[in-house]
């Protein structure tokens, strides 16, 4: 039987790096024991891109870039395609039951579980909760609230009492970029999404009850009948996420401020669409939350 690690006889107080490492993109910062940013780096690298077996050389290549420092990892690097696969915590959860689940490869190395939930409505998530927690820990979101995380695989967060107790995924980025690129919609989906006229006209049709799928294909039937072009592409991706906002928001409470954690161009578009859903939003930096959740770990690692 291998050694047992806990993270605990490693010194967090220092420097330490911590890694976001998703499917199709790796990013890595250096910090310090004041909670700076002492340097970064994003590439390409997901995991898509590592080799069988070659895991161990591509989280060696991070020390070489940022230095020779305690680690932690978060995000789909967890996962059954990633370098371990690290079992999830069941809901709820909190940065405490987090740091205790840690996979440690070594005794300055650990990856962060991600986060489960079971019974009817099963789900999975692996790097947002960090987020999540993050801007709990910093402040930015408050202890009751309501976080949706856009992206390709939206995610909408319940926070009770500092913990997150529940959360649904819609694949609403997935399923754009499949339309845009694999459909008969295709040809007509190639401009860019902007948050505009078409748009709204897409986030109307949503809040209004149409039918997604019907409203989908009645982009190719107007191109077919020959009426007046539009931005195609910004009204479907004004339906998908309307419907994703939609019922996003079928557990709110009312008069709710919804926190937004995610890439700035998304939460811009969400924004749009919860604000026509008549809520209040809060966009919140997700480096700055995901950066606080780690560095919340760390503390718990080594207390102060």
């Given at each position: 039987?291998?050694?047992?690690?806990?993270?605990?006889?490693?010194?967090?107080?220092?420097?330490?790096?911590?890694?976001?490492?998703?499917?199709?993109?790796?990013?890595?910062?250096?910090?310090?024991?004041?909670?700076?940013?002492?340097?970064?780096?994003?590439?390409?690298?997901?995991?898509?891109?590592?080799?069988?077996g070659?895991?161990?050389?591509?989280?060696?290549?991070?020390?070489?870039?940022?230095?020779?420092?305690?680690?932690?990892?978060?995000?789909?690097?967890?996962?059954?395609?990633?370098?371990?696969?690290?079992?999830?915590?069941?809901?709820?959860?909190?940065?405490?039951?987090?740091?205790?689940?840690?996979?440690?490869?070594?005794?300055?190395?650990?990856?962060i579980?991600?986060?489960?939930?079971?019974?009817?409505?099963?789900?999975?998530?692996?790097?947002?909760?960090?987020?999540?927690?993050?801007?709990?820990?910093?402040?930015?979101?408050?202890?009751?609230?309501?976080?949706?995380?856009?992206?390709?695989?939206?995610?909408?967060?319940?926070?009770?009492?500092?913990?997150?107790?529940?959360?649904s995924?819609?694949m609403?980025?997935?399923?754009?970029?499949?339309?845009?690129?694999?459909?008969?919609?295709?040809?007509?989906?190639?401009?860019?999404?902007?948050?505009?006229?078409?748009?709204?006209?897409?986030?109307?049709?949503?809040?209004n009850?149409?039918?997604?799928?019907?409203?989908?294909?009645?982009?190719?039937?107007?191109?077919?009948?020959?009426?007046?072009?539009?931005?195609?592409?910004?009204?479907?991706?004004?339906?998908?996420?309307g419907?994703?906002?939609?019922?996003?928001?079928?557990?709110?409470?009312?008069?709710e401020?919804?926190?937004?954690?995610?890439?700035?161009?998304?939460?811009?578009?969400?924004?749009?669409?919860?604000?026509?859903?008549?809520?209040?939003?809060?966009?919140?930096?997700?480096?700055?939350?995901?950066?606080?959740?780690?560095?919340?770990?760390?503390?718990?690692?080594?207390?102060?």
């Amino acid at each position: 039987m291998g050694d047992i690690f806990d993270g605990t006889g490693c010194v967090w107080r220092d420097k330490y790096i911590a890694v976001d490492w998703g499917t199709t993109n790796r990013r890595a910062w250096l910090v310090d024991r004041n909670g700076t940013t002492v340097d970064r780096f994003a590439d390409h690298l997901g995991l898509m891109t590592v080799s069988p077996g070659g895991f161990d050389k591509a989280a060696a290549d991070i020390r070489l870039k940022l230095g020779d420092h305690p680690m932690l990892l978060a995000g789909m690097v967890g996962s059954d395609k990633g370098w371990r696969n690290v079992p999830y915590v069941p809901v709820p959860a909190d940065l405490p039951s987090l740091a205790a689940a840690i996979l440690w490869i070594d005794a300055r190395t650990g990856i962060i579980p991600g986060i489960c939930q079971t019974g009817s409505c099963p789900d999975v998530m692996r790097g947002e909760e960090m987020q999540a927690l993050g801007a709990l820990a910093n402040g930015d979101a408050a202890p009751d609230a309501l976080v949706c995380h856009p992206g390709t695989h939206a995610k909408w967060i319940r926070l009770q009492h500092s913990k997150i107790t529940q959360f649904s995924t819609m694949m609403t980025g997935e399923i754009f970029s499949l339309i845009r690129d694999h459909s008969i919609l295709a040809a007509q989906l190639a401009d860019e999404v902007t948050d505009g006229a078409s748009f709204e006209a897409g986030l109307q049709e949503a809040c209004n009850g149409a039918s997604l799928l019907s409203s989908l294909f009645a982009i190719r039937a107007r191109k077919l009948l020959r009426q007046k072009p539009s931005a195609n592409a910004s009204f479907a991706s004004g339906l998908l996420i309307g419907s994703d906002v939609h019922t996003g928001l079928s557990n709110a409470r009312p008069g709710e401020m919804v926190a937004i954690i995610g890439r700035s161009d998304l939460s811009q578009l969400y924004a749009s669409a919860i604000r026509k859903a008549g809520f209040d939003h809060k966009i919140i930096d997700g480096d700055k939350s995901f950066l606080s959740g780690i560095g919340s770990i760390t503390q718990i690692l080594e207390p102060q």
